[in-house]
Each structure stands twice: as structure tokens, then as C-alpha cells.
């Protein structure tokens, strides 16, 4: 299992910017597929995107796509979410994810590991 901490959330005004860090630790980060969700008030958690382990292929939520970037350091085991652009309806707690391998299930019923979440919110 690996163990993953957020850090970097915070308030900030519509069409500002963001960058959300994930630190994996416990098991070969690189081996992981790794990626973010995030779930707002009354809503359920949903997928934002997510990356391979050599960083070569990522894909993102149609909701993100061109705001928001994946990126990560496996010398660092450490794992970003640049968010540009933000806009009020990006205002959430955003989970960073890890498993073995990217499956449908990223879209419904992750089974892989999670972190405690960081809040985000984008003030109109």
C-alpha cells in the first residue's frame, strides 16, 4: 500500500491559479499509475485526471481539460495539479490517487489508495 499526503490548497479568486502537491511514500512510486479526484459539497467524488508512471501519458476530466495539468517527479515521489483558470465550480476537496494500473474503475468505484484530501476554494 502507499501511503499519500496533499498539501497546497487554499482560497483563491476566480480565474487564478493553483498547484496542488501529492507525496507518496511506502511503496516504488514510480511503479504507480497516480491521479487526482475531487468531491464538492453534496456532490460525489469525481475523477479529474490522472497520469502514468513514467508521466508520458496522462488523460483529464472534460470538465479540466486545458485549466488543469498533471505532472510528476518520480526522483521525488511527488506528484502536481497546476490549476489555472480556476473557476468557482472547481471549489472542492481534492484527493490525490494511486493504484497499479489505470481501469474504468478511475471513473467509478476506485480501489486504489487515497490521501486525506486539501480544500480548495475559488471565491466569484
Known amino acids: 500500500q502507499v501511503q499519500l499526503v496533499e498539501s497546497g490548497g487554499g482560497l483563491v479568486q476566480a480565474g487564478g491559479s493553483l498547484r496542488l502537491s501529492c507525496v507518496a511514500s511506502?511503496?516504488?512510486?514510480?511503479?504507480?499509475?497516480m491521479g487526482w479526484f475531487r468531491q464538492a459539497p453534496t456532490k460525489e467524488r469525481e475523477f479529474v485526471g490522472a497520469?502514468?508512471?513514467?508521466?508520458?501519458?496522462?488523460r483529464y476530466a472534460d470538465s479540466v481539460k486545458g485549466r488543469f495539468t498533471i505532472s510528476r517527479d518520480n526522483a521525488k515521489n511527488t506528484m502536481y495539479l497546476q490549476m489555472n483558470s480556476l473557476e468557482p465550480e472547481d471549489t472542492a476537496v481534492y484527493y490525490c490517487?494511486?493504484?497499479?494500473?489505470?481501469?474504468?474503475?478511475?471513473?467509478?468505484?476506485?480501489?486504489?489508495?487515497w490521501g486525506q484530501g486539501t480544500q480548495v476554494i475559488v471565491s466569484s
Open positions: 490517487a494511486a493504484d497499479s494500473k489505470f481501469d474504468d474503475s478511475w471513473y467509478s468505484h476506485f480501489r486504489g489508495s
Open positions: 497520469t502514468s508512471w513514467t508521466g508520458s501519458s496522462t
Open positions: 511506502g511503496r516504488t512510486f514510480s511503479g504507480y499509475v
